[in-house]
């Protein structure tokens, strides 16, 4: 599988998390707990992949900074 693939993946994790933290924000509403269960092993699950996905989405950073450099106009 490419960078892509797993960069795509990380992405729709992150977003959902984001997601998932506004709510608890603005309405003390946690959508995974009340999907999954109150840290359910399957919660839990999900949790560490969105932490995950975070974790290697800070590459991200060098590779767009790569990007930038490599453009010719």
Not at 22 to 51: H, K, M, T
Request: hydrophobic share 50%; with cysteine.
């Amino acid at each position: 599988m490419n960078s892509k693939f797993w960069d795509y993946c990380s992405l729709t994790l992150v977003i959902i998390g984001a997601v998932n933290w506004g709510l608890i924000g603005f309405f003390r509403f946690d959508l995974v707990n009340f999907l999954f269960g109150n840290l359910s092993w399957l919660s839990r699950v999900i949790y560490a992949l969105v932490g995950i996905a975070g974790l290697y989405l800070l590459s991200m950073y060098g590779r767009v900074g790569a990007f930038g450099n490599s453009r010719t106009d």
